[in-house]
Each structure stands twice: as structure tokens, then as C-alpha cells.
């Protein structure tokens, strides 16, 4: 069959039909297109005629289904302004909105949270991990304060501790010649005298101050605050003493002790902040972003990590560090060029 034939049949079945419906009027040859859809319905509901006159039967019960929907409109409306339920629920750190969940839903979980937790602050949750450190550190100073104005029946000296393990600064000189030549455990021994040192010499400035200033709030907290990078920093000379520090860690140690011996505070404070904090486009410790491989992923390694991130210990003593940086930079001035945050000295 050609293309010509197949049209005509087309064109005759659409004739028939049309003709079938009984729209075209006398002695025209056009219809309404109107016209053929009211007759297509009236043939569909003779079609389906129970189902129509159900319909028509039965209206009561569409218009009570109707009624019903606003009553239950209005008791799940909730009593409270959806901006008042957003900001309770930020206070309590909890979401403004599961997912699938209505704002009378929101509303319901709101007010059992508040009945649950009647005690819960609102003034925010702002950066609670830094806001607990600090609280540690305030009450551990706060410990040391008082119990060097109370001490055991009030006779406590307002000296500091102090150990001595035979250092000098010939010593150090030397030293400084052989840090960093590739040998981890001697690397180890030169940074736990130093450190150690550091510390001895930084106590026995403390002890040389008058004893009116000793007794002050001021000098009272400046003898809290080195008890306090002791107690830090012995977890640290336990590792560097058994040589169980982590290689990533040593390596920035010995970068830093070696500036600080140097008496190149600047770039010493620069490895410290690698360190703490990190260089690395993704710093919390994420190595492998996909399954395909990336331009900067060779730059992921572990000694881009911050490792002040890892854990509680190793916080404390990374920030007891940075105190002896300070230190140091008292002991051994230098010139203001390769200083941190330089201070003229009393003359």
C-alpha cells in the first residue's frame, strides 16, 4: 500500500467518526471542536453511568469529607510563631526541620524537648570545644592560684619547681651542630634536653623575682601558668624519652628547635603554626576525596594534618610548646627582624 492510499484511509476513518457523533450541521462542512468534546463526554458518562449516579446519589458524603478538612486544619495548627520555634530550636542545637516533617510536627518535637530538658540554656551553643578548653584551662589555673595562696597550713614557698638534668649552654651549642642530621633518636635526646632547659631556666626566672611580686594575683597566676605547661608537656618528654613520638611530629619539633637554637624565632613560629593548624586545602585529616585521582592529592599527607585537631593530650602539649617558644625568646633575645611579637626589654 502507497503513502496516497494510507492518508485517504486516515482522512475517511476521521470522516466516519465525526459523522458518527452527529456534530456537523446540515449542509455544512465544518464543526465546533466544542461540539465534539460535550459529545465525547456525554458518551463516556453513558459509558460509566453507576459510577455517575453514585456520585449523584451520594453527595453527603463528599461535602462532609469538605467540612472536615479545615477542623482538622485548625487543630494542627501550631500555637506558636514558626520563627519563635526556629530560634528555640538553635538554642538547643537541635534541626529546625526533619525531613517530611510539618511545622505542627516541629512544634510538637519542640515543646517535648522542653519538657525533657526544661534546664537546657539558651543563649547558644558558639563554639563549644573552644569554649571547654578554655574552661579547663581557667579552672586548672584557677586550682594552681589557690592552692599556692593556701597551701598546707599557709606555709607553702612561692617558688616553682624545678629540675635540673646538668644542661648548659655549651651543651646547647653543641647540640646545635648535630639536630637534625637524619638520627630520630638522637634528634629525640637533643630536643628533651632543650625543652627541659627551656623550662629550668624559664622557673628560675620566676624564683628570682622579688617576693612582693611573687605574692601579687599577677605573680601568683605566672607561677600557675608554668606548673601548668609541666603537668602539659610530661606526656611529650615520655615520648621523646621512650622515642615512641610520632615521625610527622618529631620532624616539625626538630625544624622548630632547631630555629629556636638559631635564634630564628619567625621561622620557628612558622613550623609551629604547620604544626598546630596545618597547611593542607583539606586540614582535618581527609585522604582520599573520591575514587579518581586529583591534582593536589600528592599534597595530602599526614604532616599536613592539624594535629592540634587529634586529641586532648596532644592539644596541651602542642600549646605548652608554644609557651616555651615565648620563652625562649626571653632567654636568648635576638634581634627584632627574627622576633614574634617583639618587646624592648626593661632596661
Given at each position: 500500500m502507497d503513502f496516497k492510499a494510507l492518508l485517504q484511509a486516515e482522512i475517511n476513518r476521521k470522516r466516519q467518526k465525526i459523522e458518527s457523533k452527529d456534530v456537523l450541521?446540515?449542509?455544512?462542512?465544518?464543526?465546533?471542536?466544542?461540539?465534539?468534546?460535550?459529545?465525547?463526554?456525554?458518551?463516556?458518562w453513558k459509558r460509566h453511568k453507576r459510577v455517575h449516579d453514585d456520585t449523584i446519589r451520594y453527595p453527603e458524603i463528599k461535602k462532609e469529607t469538605k467540612t472536615d478538612t479545615p477542623e482538622q486544619t485548625e487543630e494542627k495548627t501550631p500555637q506558636m510563631l514558626r520563627k519563635e520555634v526556629i530560634r528555640r530550636l538553635?538554642?538547643?542545637?537541635?534541626?529546625?526541620?526533619?525531613?517530611?516533617?510539618?511545622?505542627?510536627?516541629?512544634?510538637?518535637?519542640?515543646?517535648?524537648?522542653?519538657?525533657?530538658?526544661?534546664?537546657?540554656?539558651?543563649?547558644?551553643?558558639?563554639?563549644?570545644?573552644?569554649?571547654?578548653?578554655?574552661?579547663v584551662d581557667e579552672d586548672y589555673l584557677k586550682e594552681m592560684v589557690e592552692a599556692a595562696t593556701s597551701g598546707e597550713g599557709g606555709k607553702r614557698s612561692n617558688d616553682v619547681s624545678i629540675k635540673d638534668d646538668g644542661t648548659t649552654v655549651e651543651d646547647i651549642q653543641t647540640m646545635k651542630e648535630e639536630i637534625g642530621k637524619g638520627d630520630s633518636e638522637k634528634n629525640c635526646d637533643i630536643i628533651l634536653r632543650f625543652l627541659?632547659?627551656?623550662?629550668?631556666?624559664?622557673?628560675?626566672?620566676?624564683?628570682?623575682?622579688?617576693?612582693?611580686?611573687?605574692?601579687?594575683?599577677?605573680?601568683?597566676?605566672?607561677?600557675?601558668?608554668?606548673?601548668?605547661?609541666v603537668s602539659y608537656l610530661k606526656p611529650l618528654f615520655r615520648k621523646l624519652k621512650h622515642k615512641t613520638i610520632d615521625e610527622d611530629i618529631l620532624d616539625a619539633m626538630v625544624i622548630i628547635v632547631y630555629h629556636l637554637m638559631h635564634r630564628d624565632y619567625l621561622k620557628a613560629n612558622d613550623a609551629y603554626l604547620e604544626m598546630a593548624i596545618g597547611n593542607s586545602p583539606w586540614p582535618i585529616g581527609v585522604t582520599m576525596v573520591g575514587i579518581?585521582?586529583?591534582?593536589?592529592?600528592?599534597?595530602?599527607?599526614?604532616?599536613?594534618?592539624?594535629?592540634?585537631?587529634?586529641?586532648?593530650?596532644?592539644?596541651?602539649?602542642?600549646?605548652?610548646?608554644?609557651?616555651?617558644?615565648?620563652?625562649?625568646?626571653?632567654?636568648?633575645?635576638?634581634?627584632?627582624s627574627f622576633s614574634v611579637n617583639y618587646e624592648r626589654p626593661n632596661s
Amino acid at each position: 500500500m502507497d503513502f496516497k492510499a494510507l492518508l485517504q484511509a486516515e482522512i475517511n476513518r476521521k470522516r466516519q467518526k465525526i459523522e458518527s457523533k452527529d456534530v456537523l450541521a446540515p449542509n455544512k462542512k465544518y464543526f465546533k471542536r466544542g461540539d465534539l468534546a460535550a459529545k465525547e463526554e456525554e458518551d463516556y458518562w453513558k459509558r460509566h453511568k453507576r459510577v455517575h449516579d453514585d456520585t449523584i446519589r451520594y453527595p453527603e458524603i463528599k461535602k462532609e469529607t469538605k467540612t472536615d478538612t479545615p477542623e482538622q486544619t485548625e487543630e494542627k495548627t501550631p500555637q506558636m510563631l514558626r520563627k519563635e520555634v526556629i530560634r528555640r530550636l538553635r538554642d538547643r542545637n537541635e534541626p529546625i526541620r526533619l525531613f517530611g516533617e510539618s511545622d505542627y510536627e516541629c512544634y510538637l518535637r519542640l515543646k517535648k524537648l522542653e519538657t525533657d530538658e526544661p534546664d537546657a540554656r539558651e543563649e547558644g551553643f558558639r563554639n563549644e570545644f573552644k569554649a571547654a578548653m578554655d574552661k579547663v584551662d581557667e579552672d586548672y589555673l584557677k586550682e594552681m592560684v589557690e592552692a599556692a595562696t593556701s597551701g598546707e597550713g599557709g606555709k607553702r614557698s612561692n617558688d616553682v619547681s624545678i629540675k635540673d638534668d646538668g644542661t648548659t649552654v655549651e651543651d646547647i651549642q653543641t647540640m646545635k651542630e648535630e639536630i637534625g642530621k637524619g638520627d630520630s633518636e638522637k634528634n629525640c635526646d637533643i630536643i628533651l634536653r632543650f625543652l627541659k632547659y627551656l623550662l629550668k631556666m624559664w622557673g628560675q626566672n620566676l624564683n628570682q623575682r622579688p617576693e612582693e611580686e611573687k605574692r601579687t594575683l599577677k605573680g601568683k597566676e605566672a607561677s600557675a601558668i608554668h606548673t601548668q605547661t609541666v603537668s602539659y608537656l610530661k606526656p611529650l618528654f615520655r615520648k621523646l624519652k621512650h622515642k615512641t613520638i610520632d615521625e610527622d611530629i618529631l620532624d616539625a619539633m626538630v625544624i622548630i628547635v632547631y630555629h629556636l637554637m638559631h635564634r630564628d624565632y619567625l621561622k620557628a613560629n612558622d613550623a609551629y603554626l604547620e604544626m598546630a593548624i596545618g597547611n593542607s586545602p583539606w586540614p582535618i585529616g581527609v585522604t582520599m576525596v573520591g575514587i579518581h585521582a586529583r591534582t593536589g592529592r600528592e599534597k595530602i599527607s599526614s604532616r599536613h594534618i592539624a594535629h592540634v585537631l587529634n586529641d586532648e593530650t596532644q592539644r596541651k602539649y602542642i600549646q605548652a610548646l608554644k609557651r616555651l617558644m615565648t620563652q625562649c625568646q626571653k632567654i636568648f633575645p635576638t634581634d627584632p627582624s627574627f622576633s614574634v611579637n617583639y618587646e624592648r626589654p626593661n632596661s
